[in-house]
């Protein structure tokens, strides 16, 4: 990524443009989980329209154009940025047989419980038998062919490869293949609760605790379970995370239902992924070799493993030419 929008190039019907707001807006949802917050993409985009859907009365040397509907242009260019990026990825979810979407509260409510009718339940394209490296740096690495030796600070595993040394953020990998196993659970039916041996009482905020017990029921397909307490709420059971995460991650979760009337639904199940998939990540802590090789094998498997939900990247690659020059070997 870039740190301006210095690489994106847009053209309407030949005419290049700037992108306005709406667009920004569209481009930036594209790469959420592929690039960090404050890195831009680069982006060639050409956009045919026909000449009633644009706005005639612009200069032709001007840089701003306006479409007569902009929400449709909007949804077709993410329908084409997203297809664009999947392909990119690798396999994806497809769904089998014709489905007709739902409209206005249905598909509100579709969206948010995840809950699909059967004629769209989605089955899992054939895979890759050996995933390949699709990002900038990591040239044609393949995942399953490296070898752990160690770890760096018991955050990073190091790894080597015909190319030299790899070193993958265990935390943002872990993030990933969570985020990925989420999707596909949601996908199937709803995320899996783990029941607590013991109930846990937390404490959140007046506004945050009503927010949660108002969303008891659709928040049990994502694996939550508990109940009020007064001052408190008792969680009965959680979908996969860490404990000690539990406060924070309600507070997030809680913070992204305070946003249903401001953003779509589809936003808020991203949110609400990337904060499940952040919660139950590994942190910094000592790992067998035998759980890094299960960590980089469940990386390989996923459909973009190279950066975090986040968009933070997983895996860096230190060529061993660079390597031999730093001690004068070449």
């Known amino acids: 990524g870039r740190e301006s929008r210095a690489c994106i190039f847009i053209s309407v019907n030949g005419r290049p443009i700037r992108p306005d707001r709406h667009l920004s807006a569209i481009l930036s949802e594209a790469y959420q989980t592929l690039l960090p917050h404050d890195r831009y993409p680069i982006i060639a985009l050409h956009i045919e329209a026909?000449?009633?859907a644009v706005d005639v009365a612009g200069q032709p040397g001007k840089t701003r154009v306006r479409f007569r509907d902009p929400a449709l242009v909007g949804r077709q260019v993410g329908i084409a940025l997203h297809a664009a990026l999947l392909d990119a990825a690798g396999p994806r979810w497809q769904r089998r047989g014709p489905s007709t979407p739902a409209t206005g509260a249905a598909a509100r409510r579709d969206a948010w419980s995840f809950e699909r009718p059967e004629s769209e339940?989605?089955?899992p394209a054939p895979a890759d038998d050996e995933p390949q490296a699709r990002a900038a740096?990591?040239?044609?690495?393949n995942l399953t062919l490296l070898r752990p030796i160690g770890q760096l600070h018991q955050r990073y595993i190091m790894a080597e490869s015909y190319t030299g040394l790899v070193l993958i953020d265990q935390q943002a990998a872990d993030a990933r293949i969570r985020y990925e196993q989420i999707r596909a659970q949601l996908l199937a039916g709803g995320?899996?609760?783990v029941a607590l041996g013991m109930a846990r009482d937390v404490v959140v905020p007046p506004a945050a605790h009503a927010l949660l017990l108002a969303h008891a029921e659709p928040l049990s397909h994502w694996g939550f379970s508990f109940e009020d307490c007064g001052q408190s709420l008792r969680v009965l059971a959680t979908p996969r995370l860490r404990l000690d995460r539990l406060g924070a991650t309600l507070l997030d979760v809680a913070d992204h239902l305070s946003q249903r009337a401001l953003r779509a639904p589809?936003?808020?199940q991203e949110a609400l992924v990337t904060t499940l998939a952040a919660a139950s990540a590994i942190g910094e802590e000592p790992l067998r070799p035998e759980q890094m090789r299960a960590l980089l094998d469940q990386l390989a498997r996923c459909k973009q493993p190279w950066t975090c939900p986040r968009g933070r990247p997983v895996v860096r690659v230190e060529r061993i030419q660079r390597i031999e020059?730093?001690?004068?070997h070449l």
């Open 137 to 141: 740096g990591a040239g044609a690495l």
């Open 266 to 268: 589809e936003e808020i």
């Open 121 to 123: 339940q989605a089955t």
């Open 191 to 193: 995320v899996p609760g």
């Open 50 to 52: 026909p000449a009633w």
């Open 325 to 328: 020059a730093l001690f004068d």
